[in-house]
């Protein structure tokens, strides 16, 4: 089977889900006749029809709420952000109705809210961002944000058929920059585990999205330049949290660096270090380190850019002051 | 009318007996905007309440005794404990409760009439909201996707002059609320809420307009709040004299009392029936809701997702084991090797 990009990937999800359970729908800004800003839904209006694929005012907090109350009479609601940006504009719809519905109200919510989202792309403060974080935080929502083209398709489709709302954070450095082949059949990835990127022995980054890649890149030079075994789990369902993966890396190597594209103050890896030191204290051998963006809003020129996301020579430098602790 | 009035008035009582859990809203003075309106839509339809909307969610066939159970936190109260006064709903009886944050239910509502009419089901929508919410995003951006989709939908503005404390001179600067429709190119309509049966009328051509697939309608129903925001209020922001107007010379059940006896032949023995029987139905369901006992605590934990379908207690709770109770160590922990090296 040929390769197809991690875009592709996301849209064959899309087409299968919708061939396959006629409930399944997409609602989005510019999403229909044109296809999407990244032509993630080319194709779907023509298959499926108006009804199914909703070219929507630009309205974030009404498309959410509509997507809600559509989920709660039987449909199965795939939103687009046009950028993962603007879901702070639908911030309420989702954390006090969408996440709640369930819980206060027992009223079934089945739904993805879907997106580009990350940076690298130099696309500035509000073309950039990994919201994730205040996401993870609310109880009542699921998160992930996979790494490789096959995860995209695996992860898209559990989303569809999670009877929960899910945000599925697609990267869109990734969109086209990297392909897999799909694995035959009937690909779902079950959403809360997660996936070791490389074995190695030395040393555990923990990392999910765009970073997988910087981190493979630096594991790749530090075999070759310091002789080190670096592990790399990424995580690819960010709430719920594989936390038995997490703890088992940690276990084994016994040093762990959290990389994340997200700025650092409250961003994932707190989480993640806070769950090292509850559960798994004895086992390290040194402090558990971070690499992260700085915290300020992402700024389009490429040399500044470039300074406030973490790259590759960061997860090496942070990766041999820990195997030197 | 009349079960709306005396369930609160009820809960009142309830209230100053500290069994009311949280904060108590009254809609005394609005129940014909409630009521007349939620009588305008068939049973397969589904309504969307506001705070102020007890009477509606009646008529849709919630009961007394979930009302008070509710109120009153109890366990098998219809959300089990989770949620406040009327903030509940059932999709089966047609009506689908409520959040504080305001106007979010247009949009919810806005995606459930899109299901029927993507559906082609028969059915009509009615979302509530008070006159304060049309200034939120949420409103706007929920009736003009509704309008644009033409989504069977109606939407009601109950003008009740104040939004907490919030008079409607501060709220907007639109002459009146029904204007806004000529915005969002849908036809509005302005009603005396107080008198029911106008109220009837004009929702019922509303959802005519929605059942024949002519799209969203605007109502804006006006009315008076005579009670402050929640009955902690002293509503010491209303000009003397305005409350007690209201009450002599505008009072909804009132009025329809004096037009079912002057122009619909009823007696007075048959408005007495009817309080009676409504006082007994309140006074049954008030000893049946203060029988049941409050939640378990641990059903906390329960629902937040399909699956996983429980939160972990954490390890502090008493009764709860956690990681850092259970002290799992590497083999070896704390012990020396020859090396010297400790693990």
Redesign the interface.
């Not at chain 2, 247009?106 to 029927?116: D, E, P, S």
């Not at chain 2, 629902?303 to 996983?308: E, K, Q, S």
């Given at each position: 089977m040929a390769e197809i990009t991690y875009l592709e990937a996301i849209r064959e999800a899309l087409f299968e889900e919708m061939e396959r359970d006629v409930n399944v729908?997409c609602l989005g800004e510019d999403i229909g006749a044109y296809g999407g800003a990244f032509k993630v839904t080319e194709g779907l209006l023509d298959k499926f029809g108006e009804?199914?694929v909703?070219d929507?005012?630009i309205?974030?907090?009404?498309?959410?709420?509509?997507?809600?109350?559509?989920?709660?009479?039987?449909?199965r609601?795939v939103v687009e952000m046009q950028f993962i940006d603007f879901m702070a504009n639908a911030y309420?719809?989702l954390t006090?109705?969408v996440a709640?519905a369930?819980?206060?109200?027992?009223?079934?919510c089945p739904m993805v809210v879907r997106g580009p989202s990350g940076g690298y792309v130099r696309g500035g403060p509000f073309h950039s961002q990994n919201p994730e974080a205040g996401f993870i935080h609310t109880?009542?929502l699921?998160v992930v944000y996979p790494s490789t083209a096959d995860d995209a398709k695996g992860l898209m489709k559990a989303a569809i058929r999670?009877?929960?709302c899910v945000l599925f954070f697609e990267h869109k450095y990734l969109y086209r920059r990297i392909k897999a082949e799909m694995p035959n059949g009937d690909h779902v990835v079950p959403i809360g585990k997660a996936r070791i990127a490389r074995e190695g022995r030395d040393l555990s980054i923990i990392t999910y999205a765009a970073t997988v890649w910087k981190a493979l890149e630096a594991a790749d030079q530090l075999e070759k330049e310091d002789g080190l075994s670096l592990q790399i789990l990424d995580l690819r369902s960010l709430a719920?949290l594989d936390d038995d993966a997490i703890q088992a890396t940690v276990?084994k190597t016994n040093r762990v660096l959290i990389v994340h594209e997200d700025t650092r103050t409250g961003g994932l890896a707190g989480e993640i270090t806070a769950r090292i030191n509850?559960?798994?204290f004895?086992?390290l051998d040194a402090p558990v380190l971070r690499v992260t963006a700085h915290d300020v809003p992402l700024p389009y020129a490429p040399a500044l850019e470039d300074y406030v996301l973490p790259q590759t020579a960061d997860i090496v430098r942070a990766a041999r002051t820990l195997a030197a602790y | 009318m009349r079960l709306t009035r005396t369930l609160e008035e009820r809960l009142v009582a309830l209230y100053r007996q500290t069994k009311v859990v949280g904060g108590l809203f009254r809609s005394l003075g609005q129940e014909a905007d409630a009521v007349g309106s939620a009588y305008a839509l068939e049973r397969r339809d589904i309504l969307s309440p506001l705070i102020r909307n007890l009477g509606a969610m009646l008529v849709k066939g919630a009961t007394p005794v979930e009302i008070l159970k509710q109120y009153m936190a109890r366990g098998d109260s219809p959300?089990r404990g989770?949620?406040l006064n009327i903030?509940?709903?059932d999709?089966e009886r047609g009506f689908?409760?409520q959040?504080?944050?305001l106007g979010?239910m247009?949009?919810?509502?806005?995606?459930?009439?899109?299901?029927?009419k993507?559906r082609h089901e028969d059915r009509v929508g009615l979302v509530y909201v008070g006159e304060g919410a049309t200034s939120t995003?949420?409103f706007h951006?929920?009736i003009?996707?509704?309008a644009?989709?033409r989504c069977p939908l109606v939407v009601i503005i109950e003008n009740n002059g104040y939004a907490y404390s919030t008079p409607v001179s501060k709220q907007t600067a639109a002459k009146q609320f029904v204007d806004k429709a000529i915005g969002y190119g849908i036809p509005g309509e302005q009603a005396d809420g107080n008198d029911i049966l106008a109220v009837y009328d004009a929702t019922k051509r509303a959802v005519d307009r929605a059942r024949r697939g002519d799209g969203v309608s605007l109502i804006e129903l006006m009315t008076y709040r005579r009670k402050g925001h929640a009955e902690h209020d002293n509503q010491s922001y209303v000009p003397a004299g305005e409350i007690d107007r209201w009450e002599r010379e505008n009072d909804p059940i009132t009025r329809y009392v004096a037009r079912l006896t002057g122009e619909f032949e009823f007696t007075a023995a048959d408005i007495d029936a009817v309080d009676e029987r409504v006082r007994r139905e309140v006074d049954d369901a008030t000893d049946i809701a203060e029988r049941s006992g409050p939640p378990d605590a641990l059903d906390a934990l329960l629902?937040?997702?399909?699956?996983?379908p429980a939160?972990e207690p954490l390890w502090f709770r008493e009764g709860s084991m956690g990681?850092?109770e259970v002290h799992?160590?590497?083999e070896g922990?704390g012990t020396f090797n020859s090396s010297g090296e400790s693990h």
């Open positions: 729908m009804n199914r909703i929507s005012p309205s974030e907090i009404a498309i959410v709420g509509a997507a809600a109350g559509a989920a709660h009479m039987g449909m609601p309420d719809m006090n109705y709640t369930r819980y206060r109200a027992f009223l079934p109880p009542g699921k999670d009877d929960d719920p276990r509850e559960r798994s004895a086992w | 959300t989770r949620e903030h509940f709903g999709t689908i409760g959040i504080s944050p979010d247009v949009c919810v509502m806005a995606g459930v009439t899109l299901t029927f993507i995003g949420a951006e929920g003009n996707f509704a644009v989709q629902g937040v997702y399909a699956d996983p939160a990681a850092v799992e160590r590497p922990w």
